[in-house]
């Protein structure tokens, strides 16, 4: 079993930073590729940013430019460095990990949730 524990979310003026932290525990042979979608109430979940085990990443055109993906492979851990907030950034983030566990079965896991709010 496999388990994504997020923290970093909060309430942030606009124009402001916050940084979410998503580390990755349990039955783990290989991270193949860690990320962050948002959803707002009503709407689809969407892909926010993503890092593959080589180290590439993509983005969401919203959010290019802004918005920084890094992972530590040593910790299982992926970072979202958001800069340049805007209001249009509030949502619940969920952390997505797509893993091999020891025994060779692949999950995709999300994390729980953290609520990033951007308002004056």
């Known amino acids: 079993q496999v388990q994504l524990v997020e923290s970093g979310g909060g309430l942030v003026q606009p124009g402001g930073s916050l940084r979410l932290s998503c580390a990755a525990s349990g039955d783990i042979f290989r991270v193949v590729a860690m990320g962050w979608y948002r959803q707002a109430p009503g709407k689809q979940r969407e892909l926010v940013a993503e890092?593959?085990?080589?180290?590439?990443?993509m983005y969401a055109d919203s959010v290019k430019g802004r918005f920084t993906i890094s992972r530590d492979n040593a910790q299982n851990t992926v970072y979202l460095q958001m800069n340049n907030l805007k209001p249009e950034d509030t949502d619940v983030y969920y952390c997505n990990g797509k893993i091999y566990s020891t025994m060779a079965r692949y999950f995709e896991v999300w994390g729980q949730g953290t609520q990033v709010t951007v308002s004056s």
């Open positions: 890092i593959n085990i080589g180290g590439s990443t």
